[in-house]
């Protein structure tokens, strides 16, 4: 499917060419870069030990809209130098000169965008580390070629356009020109007039800006999508002295409840001491409607109507380095496991009143029944008996060694001594075995001997070395895992006593320790990418006005997001996809403000040099826009194995690029005016 996706993404962006330019030649040059970039970035791949994985081909996906938008700037800039009469080479020459530093920034930002979550530590690094170095490679590899082979390419295979409209190739390009000429004109009309308003549009950006807060808090957190794997788990929990007879029955009505479905592709179970698992394998995607999210519900309140067993479905993490129920939480105490249990009962009762769980079950259970048989010394003496006569009689009748051999047609069998199993169902049944005195006399256990019966917990756990009881559970369905643990967190700091501590295990646990690395490596990638501008730009106003189109995507993603379009959340190919925002947004102010600065040290004000920019530069901002947002959405309606992530991630890119995309257009131009260095004097005035 991943594969299918990067052909899809390939065929768009050929389109999105077309569409812009109207030109076969044109749209050839990034057509060939393409795949030139995507074997530059295998072999850096197979040099650093990558392998083809679906992380790696979601890369590829990505490195495709990424790739094309060097050569897409490079053709168009050629193609306009020959609309003012310069020949294909002098036009080539010219863009390659023009272009070497935007192109050079905008690659410095995309690295610097992807090497913080290449170095990133945890899960999150572990995953996503040949994801990053493989779109580092790529933009690379990309920024070398459109400034080597595009404009070669380009003063060999283009031509000037026949104004007269000769041949379909010309009348093609003119219609697409007369289009971009009347957009150009009508954006040209609308910035003036907003640069006219200046503190309107500074006004409308700060809400942004502070919205992104806002947006950020509202969103659902997650550590990843809930994936549709093919296959749903079923844990059974049985009364501690449930026999292996009646577990048998209770799995017997697990199965049947499974194999009734169409959907149905095997049913496996595993029954061993302390674990009941059945598993539901489900057909594969293309062979049934319904996916694992709508059969879990409805196949959990059939599992209900089982009587004798507390049953919940589940489905498995779609991330590795967990197991168990996807939610568990540990109560922690350096109290005894009787006190520790009231407070963990009590907890998860009010757990359960808050409605975020469909199930919670509590590894701490004193309902184990323990009977010890309790012999009377003084009576075993009376009779002549010493303990030893008796535990030997009890371990000769229900120990189940063996105590010698025997030959029966050639084979060897072991002797075992046992009571039949009929005679050992219940606890009382032992008072009646006879054990053998000293004078050969057959006495009953009962003569010496008692039964008493105690509640006992049945397992004690410990967890970071103290006494602890895990609560495992399910959310309710639409409830992430951060809604929950921020509920939990909260109800446990209102009911918890004093020396009661709470922390979490299993896939929560991943969730806690992975959801704070976000914003670290955010944060490092900005002042990573700000320190780079400002080298390139030789000033520290230029990329604050550069950077401040940032927020402008984020709000444009995280509107989404918020408002859960399609069960987005915030999980980490969100953050991811948002990381990816800020270098992909950057571009359109590298290219904006080069051109201004440029047109500035010609004596132009700095209100008519980015209007001028602005509108020179907006075919190509519009171009790597589309090809990047029409590239992603493959991603967006993707199925089968992996859907859910990839849906999350062309989401984010999709959805605050193109926003984004509209707001720079208007804040870049009116921060500049406001706020961009004056470069009037001299190329190297700070």
């Not at 009962?345 to 004193?366: C, S």
């Not at 707001?663 to 406001?674: D, E, Q």
Request: include cysteine; hydrophobic fraction near 50%.
């Amino acid at each position: 499917m991943v594969i299918h996706t990067l052909v899809e993404a390939l065929a768009i962006v050929t389109l999105v060419v077309f569409a812009f330019l109207g030109s076969w030649r044109s749209v050839l040059i990034p057509v060939i870069a393409i795949p030139l970039s995507l074997i530059g970035t295998f072999l850096m791949m197979l040099a650093f030990g990558f392998s083809i994985n679906l992380l790696t081909l979601l890369a590829l996906v990505l490195a495709i809209g990424l790739v094309v938008d060097d050569a897409i700037i490079v053709v168009e800039s050629v193609n306009h130098h020959m609309e003012e009469g310069m020949s294909a080479l002098q036009a080539a020459f010219a863009s390659a000169r023009q272009l070497a530093n935007p192109i050079i920034a905008m690659t410095v930002v995309l690295i610097a965008v992807y090497v913080p979550i290449g170095f990133q530590g945890g899960l999150t690094g572990a995953l996503f580390t040949e994801f990053a170095f493989t779109l580092v490679g790529a933009v690379t590899i990309s920024a070398v070629v459109a400034l080597t082979l595009t404009p070669m390419m380009s003063a060999y295979m283009l031509k000037p356009v026949d104004h007269a409209g000769g041949d379909l190739e010309s009348r093609m390009v003119l219609a697409v020109d007369r289009v971009m000429g009347r957009i150009t004109a009508a954006y040209s009309r609308s910035l003036t007039g907003a640069l006219n308003y200046m503190s309107v549009t500074a006004v409308f950006a700060a809400l942004v800006l502070c919205s992104v807060y806002w947006l950020y808090g509202a969103a659902q957190s997650e550590l990843a999508p809930e994936e549709d794997q093919g296959i749903i788990l079923a844990q059974s929990i049985s009364a501690p002295n449930a026999t292996l007879q009646q577990k048998l029955l209770y799995n017997r009505q697990t199965y049947e409840t499974f194999a009734r479905h169409p959907e149905t592709e095997t049913v496996f179970q595993v029954e061993s001491t302390g674990t009941s698992i059945a598993g539901w394998v489900l057909k594969p995607w293309d062979e049934r409607k319904a996916t694992t999210k709508t059969l879990q519900p409805m196949i959990q309140q059939e599992l209900n109507a089982i009587a004798g067993q507390k049953i919940v479905a589940f489905q498995t993490s779609p991330l590795p380095g967990s197991n168990g129920l996807p939610m568990q939480i540990v109560i922690g105490t350096s109290d005894g496991f009787d006190k520790l249990n009231e407070v963990a009962a009590k907890f998860l009762q009010e757990a359960l009143d808050t409605g975020l769980f469909i199930f919670l079950n509590n590894d701490l259970k004193i309902d184990q029944p323990q009977a010890s048989i309790v012999i009377d010394r003084e009576k075993t003496s009376l009779l002549g008996l010493s303990m030893s006569d008796v535990g030997g009689a009890l371990s000769s009748l229900l120990g189940g060694g063996y105590v010698n051999y025997f030959s029966l047609d050639g084979r060897s069998y072991k002797v075992i001594p046992q009571v039949k199993q009929e005679a050992r169902l219940n606890t009382d049944q032992v008072l009646d075995y006879y054990m053998r005195m000293t004078d050969g006399t057959m006495i009953p256990l009962s003569t010496v001997a008692r039964i008493e019966t105690k509640t006992v917990p049945e397992s004690l756990n410990h967890f970071q070395q103290v006494n602890a009881a895990t609560i495992a559970g399910v959310v309710a369905p639409g409830i992430t895992t951060g809604d929950a643990i921020t509920a939990l967190k909260d109800l446990a700091k209102r009911t918890l006593p004093a020396g009661y501590t709470l922390d979490f295990g299993g896939a929560s646990r991943q969730y806690v320790q992975e959801s704070g690395g976000f914003v670290t490596t955010f944060a490092f990638a900005l002042i990573v990418i700000f320190l780079s501008l400002a080298a390139l730009f030789n000033s520290f106003r230029d990329p604050v006005v550069i950077l401040l189109s940032v927020p402008m995507s984020l709000a444009g993603a995280l509107l989404f997001i918020s408002v859960g379009i399609g069960g987005a959340s915030i999980n980490i190919y969100t953050q991811v996809g948002l990381t990816t925002l800020m270098g992909l947004i950057s571009k359109h102010g590298i290219l904006m403000l080069e051109v201004a600065n440029e047109l500035q040290l010609e004596g132009k004000s700095k209100r008519e040099a980015i209007v001028e920019a602005a509108t020179l530069r907006l075919r190509p901002i519009l171009m790597t826009t589309a090809a990047m947002v029409l590239g992603v959405l493959p991603l967006i309606f993707a199925s089968g194995a992996g859907a859910a992530s990839r849906f999350n991630l062309g989401l984010v890119i999709a959805t605050g690029l193109a926003i984004g995309t509209l707001f720079t257009l208007y804040v870049v131009p009116t921060a500049y005016v406001l706020m961009g260095q004056t470069h009037h004097a001299s190329k190297n005035e700070d």
